[in-house]
């Protein structure tokens, strides 16, 4: 008997399935079967794809991150010549995103799960959200050379603050089941990074 040949929708409609599931219930109450039943498949089928749950989360992280990745990419604030014109482009994509995407971030949902019993999911995680904030890192730290040189404020600790806002929101958000709430914490962080830059543009003023 010859081995199944890969199908990638089948491959596609297991991963979708279990984003949706993961996002609604958490990766620890998801179970195999709920996946398959979701997707409309047999057990078979998953097991052909997908050695356990654990390595269908682990693709359902890289999923999750790569196409975020290719999200922010693909924004037009990178199009923005002034640096903090591009930083206030790159969280108002943020909140835009936030606005019409799910009430939820996978990597924060398995950061709070599974940073104790799976150690390896938890390593993703991580990698994903230095990879985040160092690279918004990168533009806050453009627009304090340009604008606010002698700033007190640390750019790299500034961009983990956001990715804290931002997870912190969506908790709230699930909560209180308002994504809206996320967004507002968004918006706040934005006035605060204005409020760090007009304070050092009037510093410099008043010399």
Known sequence: MSPRRADPETR???LEAGTNLSLERGFADMTVEE???TAGLTKGAFFHYFRSK??????LLEGWITNGAAAFDAASFWEIDDPLERVYGYIDFTIELTKVGPCGCMVGIYSQELWQSHPELRIDCE???TGWA??????LQEAKALYATRAAFDARSLAYHFVAVFEG???LARAFKRTEIAVEQLEHFKRYVHCLFEAESNRNGSN
């Open 54 to 59: 654990e390595s269908l989360g682990k693709a």
């Open 169 to 171: 929101g969506m908790i």
């Open 35 to 37: 996946v398959c039943n």
């Open 127 to 129: 990698d994903a959200f």
């Open 12 to 14: 596609k409609k297991l």
């Open 134 to 139: 160092e690279g918004f890192a990168g533009l």
